[in-house]
């Protein structure tokens, strides 16, 4: 039998893992319909791919050239998902800003909503694969 804080324990990782699973659904079906995620490096790409993202993933080498690259092409809107910590929010505004102009839609919402996982520890996008497994319910054996 399990006890009351076991069963509160379980209930409140299921709701974490049913809200990181709703968000990365909704990032893989956006990625399948055409929308670039731009990612710090290649094992956030990995981590991505692991989750369900199938469609394009950008690394970010240099701001700049980031920036060149949409501006060859007509991409009217994307998703930036830098790293949770301090280093990733600073990227995150800086190429919030290049990108301005260049881009119609830049979108970090997906950045903000990830943002109630660092309680978990989780702050880096390469390990997200990982917290999905940390989170997923279980009951114990009885």
Do not use: C
């Not at 839609?105 to 990830?114: G, Q």
């Amino acid at each position: 039998m399990t006890s009351r804080i076991e069963d509160r324990k379980l209930k409140n990782k299921a709701i974490l893992f049913d809200e990181f699973s709703n968000i990365f659904e909704k990032l893989a079906q956006e990625s399948r319909l055409g929308v670039p995620i731009i990612v710090e490096g290649k094992r956030d790409a990995e981590a991505l791919r692991k989750l369900g993202v199938r469609g394009e993933i950008v690394l970010i080498k240099s701001i700049r050239g980031l920036r060149r690259s949409f501006e060859e092409r007509s991409i009217r809107r994307v998703i930036l998902l830098p790293d949770l910590d301090e280093e990733g929010e600073r990227l995150l505004k800086l190429v919030k800003q290049s990108l301005e102009g260049v881009v119609k839609e830049i979108d970090v919402s997906y950045w903000k909503k990830l943002k109630i996982f660092k309680k978990l520890g989780f702050t880096q996008v390469e390990t997200m694969h990982l917290l999905l497994e940390k989170i997923r319910p279980r009951r114990s054996p009885i």
